[in-house]
């Protein structure tokens, strides 16, 4: 019999702003999307990177817990910020939420995000043993 990905969703999450899901696991992977800086209602977050960065992490983490991950689990992550001159503050942000796990990570500068937030991140996480795939 052959595995078959299962759709992660949460609203404690934004919904997806288009034709793609906020999660996707496959076996014990779990593959999320990238998230930005808006609210689970959709609302984009003012203000700085380090406050858009917050956003995107209680974002993450949502879809994470609705899979039965959590940050501890991410084996990668990548990044996509808008100025790379605020790559010290967002990094700042960053490792207040891994401590000392520190996932494999790429980060990279981009022309332009979508709703023009100043970053997007999207993860990869294993999942932990015993959480069943549906």
Do not use: W
């Amino acid at each position: 019999m052959s595995q078959r990905p299962t759709i992660i969703s949460t609203t404690a999450a934004p919904a997806a702003i288009g034709p793609y899901s906020q999660a996707v696991r496959f076996g014990n992977l779990l593959f999320t999307s990238g998230q930005i800086p808006l609210t689970p209602e959709g609302e984009p977050v003012q203000g700085g990177i380090e406050e858009q960065t917050h956003q995107v992490f209680r974002n993450l983490q949502a879809v994470l817990a609705a899979a039965g991950c959590s940050l501890s689990d991410v084996v990668k992550a990548t990044v996509f910020l808008k100025d790379m001159n605020e790559f010290a503050a967002f990094n700042a942000v960053y490792a207040s939420y891994f401590g000392d796990h520190k996932p494999a990570r790429s980060t990279v500068e981009v022309a332009r995000l979508p709703r023009d937030v100043k970053v997007e991140i999207e993860l990869i996480a294993a999942v932990p043993d015993g959480e069943k795939q549906r």
